[in-house]
């Protein structure tokens, strides 16, 4: 089902803030690699836009934005180390 117009506007402005939030965040983290508190602070970005993703019908949003997820997962149980 193809999201309405407005449920589209919506999510891309909730989005658009979002993704201002996770380039903040990822600068920060360059200068602190060990800050969970900026690993989270992605996380819930990106679990935001792959679950409103997924709801307004952006499926191929959800799906790249839950390959990140992942990743963030997998950085905060210290599988992966953050490097720049």
Excluded at 51 to 63: H, I, N, Q, T
Aim: with cysteine; charged share 25%.
């Amino acid at each position: 089902m193809a999201p309405s117009s407005e449920h589209a506007a919506s999510y891309r402005q909730e989005a658009l803030d979002l993704l201002g939030d996770i380039d903040v965040a990822t600068l920060e983290l360059e200068k602190d690699e060990s800050n969970q508190e900026l690993v989270n602070r992605l996380f819930r970005a990106f679990h935001t836009i792959k679950g409103s993703g997924a709801m307004f019908g952006f499926d191929e949003v959800a799906s790249f934005a839950h390959h990140v997820e992942t990743t963030l997962d997998c950085v905060r149980s210290g599988r992966v180390r953050v490097t720049n």
